[in-house]
T-cell receptor, first 114, second 115 residues
């Protein structure tokens, strides 16, 4: 089954404790991205990647890091989480070839930073 | 500048009513795509429809229909005979290749369908 998986689905942590949210897709997609969703602000892109070893900032990259060492994985790293990073996070992927292809979303990770 | 406006923040209807969710977009590109996604209370994002800028035909899928009008830069979504299961947040989004290939999202419309 074609899918994007994220782990963990729920996480409660404390300020300053490094964490990683994993994202993996099994569709051989080139493009992957991370979004955060906050009430009243909609979905905002954090980082995106066009292919392995190619990453770039989205609209709200501060406080986040990403890496793309393998095509299927695109982890989101919070080196020193703060309460304002409490949010719902989505990973997404899609193919780049041809015209726009459907974007597949992971199930979301609900992060609470105390 | 690319922008998507969903002017209705929240809508509340009674079951079996028809409801239309508005979406107005801004783009200077001639080639672009428009989308609707549904986010039920469980939180996942569910793809509903994609429409490219060269196809202005309206689309119907069961109780769902979409009205794309380039003249008014609108891509409205109508649910006919709404049901409680339609309660969700609905997002409209815009894509064009020139904008770092990312989706531009509206802020969403929260629809509550009451029994």
């Amino acid at each position: 089954e074609a899918q994007v998986t994220q782990n963990p689905r729920y996480l409660i942590t404390v300020t300053g404790k490094k964490l990683t949210v994993t994202c993996s897709q099994n569709m051989n997609h080139e493009y992957m991205s991370w979004y955060r969703q906050d009430p009243g602000l909609g979905l905002r892109q954090i980082y995106y990647s066009m292919n392995v070893e190619v990453t770039d900032k989205g609209d709200v990259p501060e406080g986040y890091k990403v890496s793309r060492k393998e095509k299927r994985n695109f982890p989101l790293i919070l080196e020193s989480p703060s309460p304002n990073q409490t949010s719902l996070y989505f990973c997404a992927s899609r193919a780049l070839a041809g015209s726009y292809n459907e974007q597949f979303f992971g199930p979301g990770t609900r992060l609470t930073v105390l | 500048a690319q922008k998507v406006t969903q002017a209705q923040t929240e809508i509340s209807v009674v079951e079996k009513e028809d409801v239309t969710l508005d979406c107005v977009y801004e783009t200077r590109d001639t080639t672009y795509y428009l989308f609707w996604y549904k986010q039920p209370p469980s939180g996942e994002l569910v793809f509903l429809i994609r429409r490219n800028s060269f196809d202005e035909q309206n689309e119907i899928s069961g109780r769902y229909s979409w009205n794309f009008q380039k003249s008014t830069s609108s891509f409205n979504f109508t649910i006919t005979a709404s049901q409680v299961v339609d309660s969700a947040v609905y997002f409209c989004a815009l894509y064009n290749a020139g904008n770092n290939r990312k989706l531009i999202w509206g802020l969403g419309t929260s629809l509550a369908v009451n029994p």
